[in-house]
């Protein structure tokens, strides 16, 4: 049975109607990126831009256009650190997302003080 709703709606709609669920996609589309799952982190952040600001309107936000935006969120994308940051800084701006960096120590073998 095919399902009645795209993925990209539900999200769109979700996204426009929750700002917890809002701050959670880019606190997820952050830890994907930090943990090495750049594909993952370019799919939620092209998630977020669709369902908030837009393509077009990130495009006039940063003066780029909106083909090389969607060239570089797409899976095969290769952006630079200073096009993605600019991204991020972006969408917390509009969207009035705060975030921050925790970080703790694994204390297992690998990471043991010698």
Known sequence: MPLSRSYKETIKERVERDPAFRAALFDEAINAFLNGETTVGKALLRDL????IGFEGLAEELDKSSKSLHRMLAPSGNPRMENLFQVIKALKESEG???KVTSTYR???RHAPV
């Open 97 to 99: 997302i705060s975030s």
């Open 107 to 109: 204390n297992d073998k």
């Open 49 to 52: 831009v669709h369902s908030t």
